[in-house]
């Protein structure tokens, strides 16, 4: 099970100190992204959707962090291929791994909502549509004024 409070600290990590802040700040974000990311399951059961559009802000704005920490990791190791095995050790061995993977499922079930509420927008959509449809049929009809036989022309 995932552990909350694992640190990279915990692990005896055999590489440098900066890349162990880095991973350590890359575990962070990816915790902040976790939490969020149950806040918008939780959200996505409601119709706020400013709520909504500020967790997908915020989490696009901590997976742009996460990415400019794994490039300054990459700078740090320098090699392509040592930076993908050293990084896949690190992850399993920290937790990161098992984090992502939680993060993975949990984002599945947001998506399976999400399109279930897309989907019954589209339908109250197609609803109104066709009221508006009906209104412009009858209303169109009758658009003329009616002829009485006592009126002259």
């Keep these: 099970m995932f552990s909350k409070n694992k640190t990279i600290k915990d692990v005896s990590l ?23 990311t149950e806040l918008l399951n939780s959200q996505l059961d409601f119709d ?12 696009r ?3 742009q962090n996460i990415k400019k920490i794994e490039n300054r990791i990459k700078r740090a190791i320098g090699d392509e291929t040592q930076f993908n095995t050293m990084m896949k050790k690190n ?19 947001c998506l399976i909502k999400a399109n279930q509420k897309l989907s019954l927008l589209r339908k109250e959509i197609t609803e109104k549509k066709n009221i508006i449809k009906i209104k412009k049929f009858y209303s169109n009809k009758f ?3 009616p002829r009485f036989l006592d009126v002259r022309r």
């Design 48 to 59: 706020d959707l400013t709520a909504i559009i500020q967790l997908l802000n915020k989490r």
């Design 61 to 63: 704005d901590l997976i």
């Design 143 to 145: 658009h003329h004024q």
């Design 14 to 36: 055999k590489l440098p100190a900066e890349i162990n802040d880095f991973i350590e700040k890359k575990l962070e974000l990816l915790r902040q992204y976790f939490n969020i």
């Design 91 to 109: 992850e399993e061995d920290c937790g990161i791994y098992e984090l992502l993977k939680r993060i993975e499922s949990l984002d599945r079930e």
